[in-house]
């Protein structure tokens, strides 16, 4: 099984301010990863997928890097509606695994 | 527009049975997988199970394999999970999502409670 590994898991910023989320896999997952974002009370969210690709209508303030075992998501200048909890997830191998979440708060 | 509204969650008691469904309509259901998501309370986001369009490949979890089984009527555009033996451990809110491309989910629906507890 590949365990991913989020980081940090709080982060504690101001609207305006840039978010760099971390997801770590234990081996390497190619560039199948996909971030997901979680408001209270709502179904997640898909916002990237394989890597880098961002889904329709998603802002262009939302973006993802990385491959084999490293990812970001980098939030480039948060907005209110972006304080969430967002999740990475792997389609490399079964079964399918979710990071443990990051939680972006108001500082 | 895309829409799945699970169903059947509930207060059950340990070893017990439950059967979720989930409603789709917007799209042909039958060209897409379908999955079961789960939250327990607080937690972060455990995939739980995947049926094929045509529900010829299934796919489970380990922390559930032998214990629930996943199936799906094309002709009422409905995915279910059979879910037998609960534990404690199975108390989550468990989401069916549609199949994004490949094995990514997207959307999600609203979720069904499911609470397992003497």
């Known amino acids: 099984e590949i365990v991913l590994t989020q980081s940090p898991a709080t982060l504690s910023l101001s609207p305006g301010e840039r978010a760099t989320l971390s997801c770590r896999a234990s081996?390497?997952?190619?560039?199948?990863l996909a971030w997901y974002q979680q408001k209270p009370g709502q179904a997640p969210r898909l916002l990237i997928y394989?890597?880098?690709n961002r889904v329709t209508d998603i802002p262009a303030r939302f973006s993802g890097s990385g491959s084999g075992t490293d990812f970001t998501l980098t939030i480039s200048s948060l907005e209110p509606e972006d304080f969430a909890v967002y999740y990475c997830?792997?389609?490399?191998?079964?079964?399918?695994?979710f990071g443990g979440g990051t939680k972006v708060e108001i500082k | 527009e895309v829409q799945l509204l699970e169903s059947g969650g509930g207060l059950v008691q340990p070893g017990g049975s439950l059967r979720l469904s989930c409603a789709a309509s917007?799209?042909?259901?039958?060209?897409?997988?379908m999955n079961w998501v789960r939250q327990a309370p607080g937690k972060g986001l455990e995939w739980v199970s995947t049926?094929?369009?045509?529900?010829?490949?299934?796919y489970y979890a380990d922390s559930v394999k032998g214990r629930f089984t996943i199936s799906r009527d094309n002709a009422k555009n409905t995915v279910y999970v059979q879910m037998n033996s609960l534990r404690a451990e199975d108390t989550a809110i468990y989401y069916c999502?549609?199949?994004?491309?490949?094995?990514?989910?997207?959307?999600w629906g609203q979720g069904t409670l499911v609470t397992v507890s003497s």
């Open positions: 999502a549609k199949q994004f491309l490949y094995n990514w989910f997207d959307p």
């Open positions: 917007g799209f042909i259901f039958s060209n897409y997988d």
């Open positions: 997830q792997q389609r490399r191998i079964w079964p399918l695994t």
């Open positions: 081996q390497s997952v190619s560039s199948y």
């Open positions: 394989d890597a880098s």
């Open positions: 049926i094929s369009g045509g529900g010829d490949k299934i």
